[in-house]
């Protein structure tokens, strides 16, 4: 089963300082759960994403185990949106699209992320159980931390 999950937050800096900030792969780690022992293991995260780049990861999504996590950005227009989607990781499908849309007064993020768990009925549960709260708990921790760093529209 493909699952969805929708975040859309207005903070008040322009389109291109929430464009410079998240197409910085060096800020994933903030804005990831500090329970996730996120670590960026390519590059340094200095260079601003692209089509095409592939970023790896070790993070540990559920009980301090480290995974690998492998995402290849696959479109990106500037200001306006890009796409990371998984190629290698703990989901059978995740595809992750940011866009910023210039508001008054600053700019709207929205985060859609379509996700699929393998081991069909077994990831069904563990969906339920578990992994559906996680998913968004993590977004819920982006948002606050957003709204604390960036301050709220």
Same mark, same amino acid.
């Given at each position: 089963?493909? *699952? ?11 389109? @291109? ?10 800020? $994933? ?22 089509? @095409?780049?592939? $970023?790896? %990861? /070790? ?18 227009? &500037? &200001?306006? *949106?890009?796409?990371? #989607?998984?190629?290698?990781?703990? *989901?059978?499908?995740?595809? &992750? /699209?940011?866009?910023?849309? #210039? ?11 379509? %996700? ?6 077994? @990831? ?8 559906? /709260? ?6 819920? *921790?982006? %948002?606050?931390?957003? @709204?604390? /760093?960036?301050?709220?529209?």
């Amino acid at each position: 089963m493909v *699952y969805k999950i929708e975040r859309v937050q207005r903070l008040p800096i322009s389109i @291109g300082h929430a464009w410079d900030f998240f197409s910085s792969p060096k800020n $994933l780690e903030e804005i990831t759960p500090t329970d996730m022992t996120f670590e960026l293991t390519s590059g340094n995260g200095d260079e601003k994403i692209h089509a @095409g780049q592939i $970023l790896t %990861y /070790k993070v540990a999504p559920i009980g301090g185990i480290k995974l690998f996590w492998m995402t290849e950005i696959t479109h990106v227009v &500037h &200001h306006s *949106y890009f796409v990371d #989607e998984q190629r290698r990781g703990p *989901y059978t499908l995740w595809h &992750h /699209k940011h866009t910023f849309v #210039e508001v008054p007064g600053g700019v709207e993020m929205t985060d859609v992320v379509w %996700y699929e768990l393998p081991f069909g009925f077994i @990831g069904r549960i563990a969906h339920a159980l578990f992994v559906k /709260k996680k998913v968004q708990a993590i977004f819920d *921790y982006r %948002y606050k931390l957003l @709204g604390d /760093k960036f301050g709220s529209l």
